[in-house]
């Protein structure tokens, strides 16, 4: 019965000791693709007969991104007025095609947006949505600690001989 303990003491400590993980030099072959997370960048498409516009938010920073309809060329130096709740801004175009402006609210929730568009001889008007997020809380990630579990594993089987010789000492004595 004493050994018995004993035993169990030893491999509950061993089940305890944290596993080997492979390390540099093993190689299981080509690593899975990373699936693309729902956390995107806020978004909104909008189009006409002569435009489509691409809006994506970064923090404050709006980059819209104008083609023709129907070549889906970029559209240069055009005129983008936008309007976005009591704010009148136009912005500036950073490269062929591509429009940049700084939002002033960005607070969470459904932020209506009318464009107005002005490229050589066609003119045209564009609303859109923009869904803001609310922020999200940082995430705890809490790193495992294999250290007291590995402790504990080694707790486990000392305290399993301590009790084994304990219980052998009472039956010498009685």
């Known amino acids: 019965m004493n050994i018995v303990l004993f035993l169990l003491g030893v491999l509950s400590g061993l089940s305890l000791i944290p596993p080997a993980f492979a390390h540099e030099g093993h190689d299981h072959g080509d690593a899975p693709k990373p699936v693309p997370v729902a956390d995107a960048a806020p978004r909104f498409e909008t189009a006409s007969e002569a435009f489509e516009l691409v809006g994506v938010l970064h923090g404050r920073a709006l980059t819209l991104y104008l083609d023709d309809y129907a070549s889906n060329a970029p559209v240069e130096k055009a005129t983008l007025e936008v309007e976005a709740g009591k704010q009148k ?6 490269e062929p095609g591509v429009y940049f402006l ?4 960005t607070k969470p929730g ?15 008007l564009l609303t859109a949505n923009l869904e803001i997020p609310a922020p999200k809380a940082a995430a705890k990630t809490a790193a495992f600690d294999w250290r007291r579990l590995g402790w504990a594993g080694l707790a486990l089987p000392v305290l399993g001989v301590w009790v084994w010789r304990r219980r052998s000492r009472r039956k010498q004595h009685d």
Do not use: P
Request: proline share 0%.
């Open 89 to 94: 801004m136009q912005a500036k175009e950073s």
């Open 102 to 105: 700084e939002l002033t609210d």
């Open 110 to 124: 459904r932020l209506g947006l009318v464009f107005t568009i002005q490229a050589g001889e066609s003119v045209d």
